[in-house]
């Protein structure tokens, strides 16, 4: 699998909305580090985070706009496209990824919060 194709893999798997499969992506001392919270590091940490904030999400469905690979890193521009409870979120996000063996060394993700929080409010 390429770099490219994993991470196209990862985001398709956040549809499922279980934290425990989509940690899997992830070295076992991977990171996660999505802005503006602190990096979350090791892949039951991570898991543990991603169902914590994704808990209230009913649905979720990332559209990849654009996606580039330089070697092992790998850049994805999207939308993620949520439910919250009842409220549609659509949050335009950049995820950068750097990957070892087939799965995720670190991912990086970039989006507004105001953006997020304005929608669920």
């Not at 919250?84 to 087939?102: F, H, I, R, W």
């Amino acid at each position: 699998m390429t770099p490219t194709e994993l991470i196209l893999e990862f985001n398709q798997a956040w549809a499922s909305l279980d934290a425990g499969k989509i940690a899997a992506y992830f070295t076992e001392d991977g990171i996660y580090h999505n802005m503006p919270s602190d990096p979350v590091q090791g892949r039951d940490n991570i898991e543990k985070f991603i169902a914590a904030f994704a808990a209230n999400w009913t649905r979720t469905e990332f559209e990849i706009l654009n996606i580039t690979a330089h070697g092992s890193l790998v850049f994805a521009e999207r939308i993620d496209r949520t439910m919250v409870g009842d409220k549609a979120v659509n949050l335009p996000c950049v995820g950068v990824y750097e990957t070892e063996d087939n799965k995720i060394r670190v991912w990086r993700d970039y989006f507004d919060l105001g953006t997020y929080i304005k929608a669920v409010s």
